[in-house]
DNA sequence: CACTAATCGAGACGGTACGTCAAGTCTTCCT
DNA sequence: AGGAAGACTTGACGTACCGTCTCGATTAGTG
């Protein structure tokens, strides 16, 4: 065994850990990522520093865990990508919402937060792919599968790249602020990148 | 004036200011951004700490400019896209570049350290955007233009935001690492991308 | 009623008594005093920390009863100092038992953490005393005494105070270790004080 | 060289030093040796944490030289044991003065802290006997001396060994708390011993 | 002999202080 | 005047214990 000591979870408390998440997405969403500090959120949480370090190996973590509980109580029911029969339509339809999502304060903060550590952290980037990113990309390989049965996207297509061509721009210009990212230019991606995948005349 | 004193740029010291460099992205390089600390790039560089905080107003900066003056002294010349007329073979040539760029660890660790910063830190991210990325990205921009001259890439296409058909996904798999950055990933984004381009039949 | 629950001592545990005993001597003798801890002591004996918390209200207070135990069953019968009718031989006799037994590693380590406890905490200092330090003087008191009543002893002599002239000059050379405690320093004391203490010729 | 770095003595902040005495000095006496935290002296000073730690290695260590440099102002001078011809009376009037000063809280909490801390701390005792306890009891070795050459005091008497018959009960009343300290014991402390001191007839 | 109440080992909890590290400012001496 | 050096105040780090507080699991004496 490398610890030396595991604690044990069935004693924990549930109200600390709830404090502890809503202190640190306040925080972050308040101060930024490098400002929010361990003290900080304890002290906010009105939880000693150890109930944290007990139950999570660093900030990052903390932060991931309280993102994930804030993202799983949001999307109660993983909502799949709608198939009208239109891809085109449905796919505006979700990036569009993607857009409004990243562009919402609430979310921009503490989502930043932890992109930017993953960026920099393999460790808390394999969490956060895993648990987060890869659910969300795995709806768009469905959709984009139904829409290969049905002639819509051409058949040899490897989907999980694919999705890339609509997901990669604009997660680009969020991170990096190059550009606005409006609902125009998730429109203009879909229209784009959408007749590379179709089936050739 | 707002600021106390404004140092006297002519008199500043060269060599101090190479070895500052030096001794910042080999930190990087080494220990990463977070544990690269001003006291140790200014003990490795034999440098008094008052000298950085003299000329730089945060490590982020220090470290901007270092990795500027890395990426100009590499890119003498600032090579354009090759134009061989083929455009799919061009775009291919430069994105597996690009990945294989990517994946050599002494790009990689600064690299990854700025654009970290720069997704949590708005003022930074604008000058690495101006001063390294977009300069990049018109390189694009330029090719795609040729290529819609020449009936390459279908008219109405607004190219800058084409071009992150390209660059977004690659960027994207870099960041956070979802799956390996390979020169078939290259490919297969470049023969999907570009497809969805072409003018229509 | 003022505390707010009074433990039942019917129902306390033998064993770990004397194992919280034993463990607090142990660990004063191996890493002294300050670095003691409740904790460490509840670990060591086996114990949880209430088990501590509930019968003693502090570190010093364990580790004075453990120290009593440990002299009760040390001096089964509380040995009274001899009396041979040679004063000085008795007193030298039992002043270098005292020398032996304050430098035997056993005694030093709890004794002093005691003392040094006493020095800065009154009301332990006044249980010290009372249980432990006072019987043992009134030893002296008594046989300065009979030593009054056969004439070796001046009288008008305030026996209370006389004794220290034995006691306080042993006591301070071993609290702060300024000087060897011997036998031949134990002889000295009894011979310079017992002169000042005989009749005036 | 063992330590990671010696710090340049030069370069230190009188006004630190001189205001880490006074709140140490204070503290102690307001609450104590074990409630005064080196934390509570650095903010009372009103200096870093790490202008204690950098110049003493331990809370006992900034004690004692606050302490020896309040010792050290208050006796500018070094007073000898004056000598009028009457050893009795010289020394009845230095042991009261000694009782009036362990009486006096201001001396009083500090004293005890060192003297607590140096019970328990090798280290700590030697210094506290070198600086200043040693010093003091040699002002008595050169009173007796005198009265030795006039008659005083028995040849042949180890003074050294003698001055404890003094010393050792005060001190040993004033750190357990036995009795009360009052002049009346110190007078008789001095009668009782000095006789035995005395020349034999 | 079962019941039941208190003690037990265990350890999570909100806290305080530890001793360390680095931040950014200031001062001194050198070139 | 800039630069090397490094002491300064500040504040967060992660750890160790504090004393209090639940938790089942014994473990007695009582009904």
Same mark, same amino acid.
């Given at each position: 065994m490398s610890k030396t000591k595991a604690p044990d979870?069935?004693?924990?408390?549930e109200r600390s850990r709830r404090a502890i998440y809503d202190a640190a997405l306040a925080l972050v969403g308040e101060a930024g990522y490098a400002k929010t500090t361990i003290e900080g959120i304890a002290a906010r949480a009105g939880v000693g520093k150890q109930t944290i370090y007990r139950w999570w190996p660093s900030k990052a973590a903390v932060l991931l865990e309280a993102f994930l509980d804030l993202a799983e109580r949001a999307s109660? &029911?993983?909502?799949?990508?709608?198939?009208? &029969?239109d891809l085109e339509a449905d796919l505006k339809l979700v990036l569009r919402a993607t857009v409004d999502e990243l562009n919402s304060p609430a979310y921009d903060g503490p989502a930043r937060a932890l992109a930017a550590e993953s960026v920099v952290n393999p460790e808390l980037a394999a969490q956060f792919v895993e648990k987060l990113l890869e659910p969300q990309l795995q709806l768009y390989v469905r959709r984009l599968r139904a829409a290969q049965d049905t002639g819509g996207v051409r058949v040899g297509i490897e989907l999980r790249t694919a999705l890339e061509l609509f997901t990669g721009p604009l997660t680009h210009r969020w991170l990096l602020r190059t550009l606005p990212l409006t609902h125009d230019y998730a429109d203009a991606i879909v229209e784009y990148a959408l007749y590379g995948l179709a089936p050739r005349s």
């Open positions: 979870s069935s004693r924990r408390s109660e &029911g993983e909502s799949e990508i709608p198939d009208t &029969g």
